[in-house]
Each structure stands twice: as structure tokens, then as C-alpha cells.
């Protein structure tokens, strides 16, 4: 499996970005994907999960905000990101969960004005 983010850019506070994490490999539809994200100068965290029957799960901090989901045809996974605050900003990882060192990718960077 190989693992893509794209999506992020600059939003004013209170708005929405999606992120989509593409995915090559045949064994995309069996394997739990997650998206993580680091901060300026902090360490990276987990953000959100979805497994392979759809069943998601959410730091608490994007709780209510985010939605992951999946899309299996197109080997994609979704990160919708609504009412951003300027502590969301932070470069989006997505890859495997549990995280396997050998997919980190560059991930998309979200800046998020005040």
C-alpha cells in the first residue's frame, strides 16, 4: 500500500477543507487508514480513524468537527474538516492504523488564519 495526502491550504477560522488520501495496493479495502497531524514544533497526533467495514473513531478534539470517511471503488479516504480553528493548523498525514513508519508520506499542510 502507498499512501497520498493532498487537499490542504489556507482557510479563515470557521471554515472547511477536505483532504483525500489516495491509496494504491490491492489490499486498500482491508486496511484500517488514518489520518494524523503534527503542529509547528509538536509532536504528531491521531486524528481519526475509519476500518475497513466504515466503523470511525475521533480525537477529541476534532469531535463534532471532522468526518473521515472511505470510499473503497476509488482507494480513497476523505478527512472533511469543518469550523477550523486556528489551532487546527498543522501539516495531515494519512497512513495505515496502527501507523507503519514505511508509509509516512510528506502529508498537506492546512494553515488556518484567525
Known amino acids: 500500500v502507498q499512501l497520498q495526502a493532498s487537499g490542504g491550504g489556507l482557510v479563515q477560522a470557521g471554515g472547511s477543507l477536505r483532504l483525500s488520501c489516495a491509496a494504491s495496493g490491492s489490499i486498500f479495502s482491508t486496511t484500517a487508514i488514518g489520518w494524523y497531524r503534527q503542529a509547528p514544533g509538536k509532536q504528531r497526533v491521531f486524528v481519526a480513524r475509519?476500518?475497513?467495514?466504515?466503523?470511525?473513531n475521533y480525537a477529541d478534539s476534532v469531535k463534532g468537527r471532522f468526518t473521515i470517511s472511505r470510499d473503497n471503488a476509488k482507494n480513497t479516504v476523505y478527512l472533511q474538516m469543518n469550523s477550523l480553528k486556528p489551532e487546527d493548523t498543522a501539516v495531515y498525514f494519512c497512513n495505515t492504523f496502527p501507523a507503519l513508519l514505511r508509509f509516512w508520506g510528506q502529508g498537506t499542510l492546512v494553515t488556518v488564519s484567525s
Open positions: 475509519v476500518y475497513s467495514g466504515g466503523t470511525t
